[in-house]
């Protein structure tokens, strides 16, 4: 996950104004889809190491939280997810990491996106404000047209959560909409089926995932890409292996809290 706490006050400052601007402007006679979530809620804290082949180079956190805010009296769920290099690694590549998403506790969507990144040097700063009732996007320098029911790269993850797998074929493809960079792209993962998987926390039933392939990706194939989530209500991610061109990037998770149903774990 991406981020970092600088300049935090004047973002919370400026996300102020942000919802206000929402609430304002919209038509209280939408109608916003409704998704059925038992997967995860408030209180939900899940912990990830990240190994750069052998090595142990960092970790990520990802957090569900209650919030005050709502956009027009609808409730919200404030989502962060963060990643930070742990010091010997930052002599090589250090990461700093932080993402914000204010999610629509019924329809899973977004409403406000924060993204503050620093990697290796390169620093991103990104405050993306959703106009769901009128299918836009304002990145800070225009509005984009988006499709209905639009993701951001953080509520994505929490979305895909609440799509039911039970009856899934192998090689189905389950796609969303997602804002990355200022783009629209279509986000697709294909199911691969049922394993057992074994990390240092134990050994869990899972359901295996790959990317559907796009051009220009960094993936050439799927199997540079694997996802395993726990085959359970909760649909955790449980391990992430991807090749990069110099060696490769695995992230399994270290410790959960706050789940809403037990985990499959063997």
């Given at each position: ?177 997602c804002v990355v960079d200022g783009e629209t792209w279509p986000l697709k993962i294909k199911y691969k089926g049922e394993e ?71």
């Open positions: 996950m991406k981020s970092l706490f600088i300049l935090f006050l004047s973002t919370c400052f400026i996300n102020a104004f942000g919802f206000e601007g929402v609430a304002l402007r919209q038509n209280q006679k939408t109608t916003f889809r409704k998704v059925k979530n038992e997967s995860f809620k408030a209180g939900e804290k899940l912990t990830y190491k990240v190994h750069y082949g052998m090595i142990d180079a960092g970790y990520a956190t990802l957090e569900v939280k209650k919030t005050e805010k709502k956009i027009n009296g609808r409730e919200l769920l404030h989502v962060v997810g963060k990643g930070k290099s742990i010091s010997a690694f930052d002599l090589f590549f250090k990461v700093r990491d932080r993402y914000e998403s204010y999610l629509d506790q019924d329809g899973m969507f977004p409403w406000i996106f924060i993204r503050r990144v620093y990697e290796g040097g390169i620093e991103i700063k990104q405050d993306y404000t959703f106009y769901q009732h009128k299918n836009k996007v304002a990145t800070g320098k225009d509005k984009m047209d988006v499709p209905a029911n639009v993701q951001d790269m953080l509520s994505a993850f929490y979305y895909a959560r609440t799509i039911d797998f039970s009856n899934a074929k192998i090689d189905q493809v389950f796609e969303m909409s057992e998987v074994k990390i240092r926390k134990g050994k869990f039933k899972c359901l295996k995932f790959a990317p559907v392939l796009q051009e220009g990706r960094i993936w050439k194939n799927e199997e540079d890409l694997s996802v395993w989530i726990t085959n359970d209500k909760n649909k955790i991610p449980l391990l992430a292996k991807t090749k990069i061109l110099v060696g490769s990037i695995k992230m399994e998770l270290s410790d959960y809290e706050g789940l809403i149903a037990p985990i499959a774990k063997i």
